[in-house]
């Protein structure tokens, strides 16, 4: 179905778990060659590595590591065609009125500035490529507000979706092409660790499908949104995958 992404060189951050993990193994099962950087690891490491796809574990908020990710990614394959900048996190719940410098600081360098920097690296040589393809996770938080505690992470998210907007302004003349894809809530290790049991349950119910998603249901808009044949004249779009639970 998605032919054309056979051999195309693929960078995912935060690419082996969750819904990182799902959009590695998805381009790998297209047959692209595939760099995943994580950071924690966990179980599923041994089936990225079983799908032959190249990883690397580093921490992207460190100054120089997104550098170090992408120079590996082209020594590894020589180019990077399509660039998923999905790593990121809540970091915490803190109320507003609880905030402090540092954890701000923790979620806009995890959520945003990395994702900057990974962009513009992307951005650099895919315009010397004269072509290329940059999806970016956001968040259903980014429209709704998230719940409680994560105001610091909805507004990140909804720094990604205007931030890659405008990127998709500055590269469309360059044969570069910039979405996001926004998940709703998604059963992964994310809510098994922000959300407990009973605000999952609560939240299942305010969904139309009545189901909380999986990694695997991002993992077909990921494909759409890289394949030219499929998407060729879509950019500086945010894709919901959340169920029906935001309709706009």
Do not use: W
């Not at 054309?4 to 951050?13: A, R």
């Not at 120079?71 to 660039?83: P, S």
């Not at 044969?175 to 290790?189: F, L, M």
């Not at 909380?212 to 995958?241: H, K, N, P």
Request: one cysteine or more.
């Amino acid at each position: 179905m998605f032919d054309d992404l056979k051999g195309k060189v693929v960078v995912v951050t935060g690419g082996v778990t969750g819904i990182g993990g799902a959009a590695s193994l998805a381009f790998a099962a297209a047959g692209a060659s595939v760099f995943a950087q994580y950071h924690g690891g966990g179980p599923e490491l041994a089936a990225i590595e079983k799908a032959g796809i190249a990883t690397m574990q580093l921490d992207l908020t460190e100054k120089g590591a997104p550098e170090r990710m992408m120079a590996a990614a082209v020594a590894r394959f020589g180019r990077i065609d399509i660039m998923v900048n999905n790593a990121g996190s809540l970091v915490g719940r803190v109320p507003v009125v609880d905030l402090e410098d540092d954890f701000i600081d923790r979620v806009f360098d995890l959520n945003c500035r990395q994702l900057i920097h990974c962009c513009r690296l992307a951005a650099r040589l895919m315009k010397a490529q004269g072509a290329g393809n940059i999806i970016n996770v956001t968040s259903i938080a980014a429209r709704t507000g998230s719940s409680p505690g994560g105001a610091v992470y909805g507004g990140a998210k909804a720094f990604v979706s205007a931030f890659s907007k405008t990127l998709a302004k500055e590269l469309v003349g360059n044969g570069v092409r910039v979405n996001c894809v926004s998940p709703g809530t998604i059963h992964t290790a994310f809510h098994d660790r922000f959300s407990d049991e009973a605000k999952r349950e609560a939240t299942r119910k305010t969904i139309p499908m009545q189901r909380l998603g999986l990694a695997e249901d991002c993992a077909g808009t990921f494909l759409y949104l890289a394949s030219d044949v499929a998407s060729g004249y879509v950019t500086g779009q945010v894709i919901e995958v959340n169920g029906g639970q935001l309709m706009a």
